[in-house]
């Protein structure tokens, strides 16, 4: 059994807490996990978790209660790949830590898992489509890449209603797993998220968050170790809309030695109440020697009436570590880029979409999938051309 199973079957918890204990509001690993939803109260909005969410637009998926619809559930991919459906609770790789997901994880009913072979080397994505119907209802996926096994898996998330989720993913020990998740539900769609993932002895995860849709997402994506040498690359790519909140929050727990993380989120923001929230937490243990880490966010205001919230957070509990590192930035456009490009015979529009291209296509190109990276490319070329007609509409208003 590899470390990583070992770990899952055995259920370690470090530092995980019942109702009733103390929960020191500065430290991230102390919070209150359970699989009851009973456990969590109904978030107000002021809890440190729940602060910058707009917890009054999400009082559906706070009951507890069965779902008026099932999300339908589409997946593909080469020969090899087993799909099945499993109990919610054959994995477990972390608990929920909010009401939400704890809610998804009893209502969902049983998990779709995704198991990628011992040893296998796929040459084509995985496809998973995670379609809600108008309703609200709830999903539990499963990812589980075998010992040296090479995979990518893509989930796409589209549709209207209301859905919260939770997504599992394990990564053996030599293996190495790209999850990308897509988020392009409709307009008026909401989509509440946890992801727990467990990286395998030397093995390595590259964990994707695309947010493109929606009028709410949050994504809570928790990475912990099952032994040294591994390697977790988290990116996020958001572009937040006039009344759309795109929210990420990331949890790195470094509970095992010589380990690596890297995270990298960028978003863009336009639009009159454009929102977007990204919270990153790193911890690392006094066990976990030879860490080496680092997180950037950085965000671009493309109009007024848009806010961007960031907030790296780290704490260590060891000196002997690589390296351990945080970022953040929330700014407008470059002025010096901008007239650097219009002096050489750019338009002004265009010389703003190729600011704006150019700041996401560090991150674009470590997405790894062509066909994600031409997707994404697309849309935020749709995007900043509605926020050119607003940035013009707001000068034609003020030019009267």
Not at 212 to 235: F, H, Q, S, W
Not at 332 to 344: G, K, V
Not at 393 to 398: G, I, L
Request: proline fraction near 4%; aromatic fraction near 6%.
């Amino acid at each position: 059994m590899s470390a990583a199973e070992t770990l899952v079957a055995t259920g370690n918890r470090a530092h995980s807490h019942g109702p009733g204990s103390p929960v020191p509001l500065q430290a991230r690993s102390e919070r209150p996990t359970s699989y009851d939803v009973a456990d969590f109260a109904v978030p107000n909005g002021r809890e440190e978790e729940w602060r910058f969410t707009p917890v009054k637009q999400l009082k559906a998926l706070f009951d507890d209660a069965a779902g008026s619809e099932t999300p339908k559930i589409d997946a593909s991919g080469p020969e090899g790949v087993v799909f099945d459906t499993v109990a919610a609770d054959s994995l477990r790789v972390g608990k929920p830590q909010d009401r939400s997901a704890a809610i998804a994880w009893n209502q969902a009913g049983a998990a779709f898992a995704v198991r990628i072979p011992v040893e296998a080397e796929l040459t084509e994505p995985v496809h998973v489509n995670v379609a809600s119907l108008g309703a609200r209802g709830f999903t539990h996926l499963i990812v589980e890449a075998g010992r040296h096994s090479r995979a990518i898996v893509i989930i796409d998330h589209t549709g209207a209603g209301e859905l919260g989720s939770n997504v599992e993913i394990v990564t053996g020990d030599g293996a190495e797993l790209r999850v990308v998740s897509i988020q392009q539900g409709d307009h008026e769609s909401i989509h509440l998220a946890q992801h727990d993932a467990l990286v395998g002895r030397d093995a390595k995860l590259h964990h994707v968050v695309v947010t493109l849709g929606g009028k709410i997402v949050r994504i809570a994506t928790n990475v912990r170790y099952a032994g040294p040498g591994g390697d977790a690359e988290l990116l996020g790519v958001y572009f937040a809309e006039s009344g759309q909140h795109h929210e990420n929050r990331l949890f790195v727990d470094h509970e095992a030695a010589n380990c690596k993380s890297n995270v990298i989120y960028k978003g863009a923001l336009a639009g009159d109440h454009a929102r977007s929230v990204w919270i990153g937490d790193v911890l690392i243990r006094a066990a976990a020697e030879g860490t080496n880490t680092f997180e950037l966010n950085r965000n671009l205001v493309l109009t007024d009436g848009a806010r961007a919230d960031s907030v790296p957070n780290l704490e260590i509990e060891t000196g002997e570590i690589e390296g351990a590192g945080h970022a953040s930035a929330t700014g407008r456009f470059d002025d010096e880029q901008l007239f650097y490009l219009q002096a050489r015979g750019i338009p002004e529009d265009a010389a703003r979409r190729l600011v704006v291209s150019g700041f996401f296509n560090d991150i674009i190109g470590k997405i790894g999938v062509p066909e994600v990276a031409e997707h994404l490319h697309d849309v935020i070329e749709e995007k900043l051309a509605r926020a050119a007609e607003l940035s013009a509409s707001a000068e034609a208003v003020v030019g009267q």
